[in-house]
């Protein structure tokens, strides 16, 4: 092989892999089953979890305790968000995504059912 043909190749393999890398291996949780992610601060920053539908007590959320700032809920899902463990207290619908959850949910979710 020539050294431009060489390049080439090489260039055309590295556009194939980043391809097939993208289509095939998707860097987006919400591909690998995720009907949401909560995160511990806004714009998706902090701590992270990928919930799976079901429901998640006190114990089980581990970005801690009144610590959940935004959300990513993917379409077709539901979260409920609740004020205090055991799914009591205030509750909370949310069925799309946000970059910041609001100044009456900000930092006090306990407990979630994802459905």
Known sequence: MTRVSK??????AL?????????LLPGDAFAR?????????????????C???????LNELRIG?????SIKVRKGNRVFLFEHKNFSGRKCLVDKSYTYIGGKWNDITSSIIVE
């Open 65 to 69: 305790n009144d610590k959940l700032s």
């Open 15 to 23: 556009l194939c892999a980043a391809f097939f890398t993208s289509v």
């Open 7 to 12: 390049t080439r190749f090489f260039a055309a």
């Open 51 to 57: 919930l799976q539908e079901g429901s998640y007590n």
């Open 33 to 49: 089953s995720c009907a949401a992610i909560i995160y511990e601060h806004s714009n998706y920053g902090g701590a992270s979890q």
